[in-house]
């Protein structure tokens, strides 16, 4: 019974994530990891999150593979490459139990950063900046499963005020490095059997949550929701955090 109630959490946690990925352009890790780690080990939880989330942004790239910026690619995804490939076979090696309270924190400074900094930063498209962003993205999605935040910032440089180009060179970026990160996973033996029966209902749910982001991408208020988004992390993090130290 427990393996079904794991089913439906990652069916609809999926519909949620794919919902905001869709009309923000990142979100899914985020929102599915307040969840998959309540059922799952931290391990298993990020590289499910990961595998999900790379179809789902494998679908929105082509979508709007004409609008990326392919030159402002290559380098973030190098230095993301092998950021995060050191980290996911780093956390093999180390006691993810003790480093729970460090997700918890993590999530709360990804909402703190984004309640009452993100619109006051601004970062320049340039080699420096995009090094930067890529390394913590890496070190984040390595060892937690969530690297969005930080090339959120280096994609909105990039495209200024262009949206499309915004949501494809970042889906773009997110399906480049997700193949390498379910590879670098798969290679290290954290992508279990558990873990692909879960991504079954995932990619459903992944699948209703595009559709209906796509319905509503042109009338919802992203503010709001961005902000409703960052409550949650904000006490999911907190939760997580002094439960674990």
């Known amino acids: 019974m427990g393996n079904l109630w794991n089913f439906f959490y990652v069916l609809a946690a999926s519909v949620g994530g794919g919902v905001i990925q869709t009309t923000t352009g990142f979100g899914y890790g985020i929102f599915v990891m307040l969840f998959f780690p309540l059922f799952l080990p931290l391990l298993q939880a990020s590289a499910l999150s990961s ?7 494998a679908t929105l790239a082509w979508r709007y593979r004409k609008h990326a910026d392919y030159r402002s690619l290559w380098l973030p995804v190098a230095v993301y490459m092998v950021v995060s490939t050191l980290c996911i076979t780093w956390s093999t090696r180390v006691n993810m139990g003790g480093l729970k309270a460090y997700f918890g924190l993590f999530l709360i400074l990804v909402a703190v950063y984004f309640i009452f900094f993100s619109k006051r930063i601004h970062l320049r498209a340039n080699a420096g900046s995009a090094t ?3 390394t913590l993205s890496g070190a984040a999605s390595g060892f937690f499963g969530i690297g969005g935040p930080p090339m959120v910032l280096y994609y909105l440089a990039v495209a200024g005020e262009d949206k499309l180009k915004y949501l494809g060179s970042l889906q773009m970026f997110f399906l480049f490095t997700g193949i390498s990160n379910i590879v670098s996973r798969a290679a290290n033996g954290i992508i279990t059997k558990e873990v ?3 991504a079954i209902p995932g990619l459903i749910g992944q699948i209703i949550g595009k559709s209906i982001g796509l319905k509503i991408i042109d009338r919802i208020n992203i503010e709001q ?4 988004i ?3 992390l904000a006490v999911a993090g907190a939760l ?5 130290i």
């Open 230 to 232: 960052y409550f949650f």
């Open 196 to 198: 692909l029966l879960l």
């Open 225 to 228: 929701l961005k902000r409703v």
């Open 51 to 57: 595998m999900i989330g790379m179809w789902l942004s």
């Open 240 to 244: 997580t955090f002094f439960t674990n």
């Open 132 to 134: 930067v962003c890529s």
